[in-house]
């Protein structure tokens, strides 16, 4: 028979078996935890220094974008500058405002002068048959009507 003692041993050895086990399986384990951590943080790593590239390359650029900007600034600057000067310039060859339309009204009141003597002139002449007095109804006739109106001569339309 087996004696207390014996069986203490037993006993004692089965449970040194199965902790051994047990710190086997956890330090297994772990180290397959700290593999993929480090896979992990290799990984990051690496994107991390592609995301820092990246990012450099994105800086550099809006530096470029930023001197370029300020090239056309400046140029701008340039052209707005020489525009002022050339608007200087033409203002002092131009003639005043209100002297450019009074040419223009001159001729105008010319040419119409000229073209209401000349209608007199035809309607006045001898075997022609004056045309009938109606009210207008297309444009042309409102137009004559209007300018009847404004020449102050009794041979517009009659409404």
């Known amino acids: 028979m087996v ?13 040194w078996v199965i902790g051994v086990g047990v710190a086997v399986y956890v330090m297994l384990k772990a180290a397959r935890l700290m593999s993929e951590t480090f896979t992990t943080v ?8 592609l995301l820092i590239e990246r990012a450099n390359a994105a800086i550099d650029r809006a530096g470029e974008q930023i001197t370029r900007t300020e090239a056309v600034t400046a140029s701008i600057e340039g052209v707005t500058a020489t525009m002022t000067e050339l608007d200087g310039h033409l203002t002092a060859l131009a003639p005043p405002a209100n002297a450019v339309g ?19 002139r035809r309607a006045a002449r001898p075997g022609t048959v004056p045309q009938a ?7 042309a006739g409102r137009e004559a ?8 001569r009794a041979d517009g339309p009659s409404r």
Do not use: F, K, N
Not at 145 to 152: D, E, Q, S
């Open 3 to 15: 004696t207390a003692m014996q069986a203490a041993v037993v006993a004692a050895a089965a449970a």
């Open 42 to 49: 290799t990984g990051l790593r690496e994107r991390g220094d």
């Open 102 to 120: 009074r040419p223009l009204a001159w001729a105008a009141a010319l040419v119409y002068g000229i073209r209401w003597a000349a209608g007199t």
């Open 133 to 139: 007095r109606r009210r207008p109804s297309t444009r």
């Open 145 to 152: 009507g209007r300018r009847a109106a404004l020449t102050g």
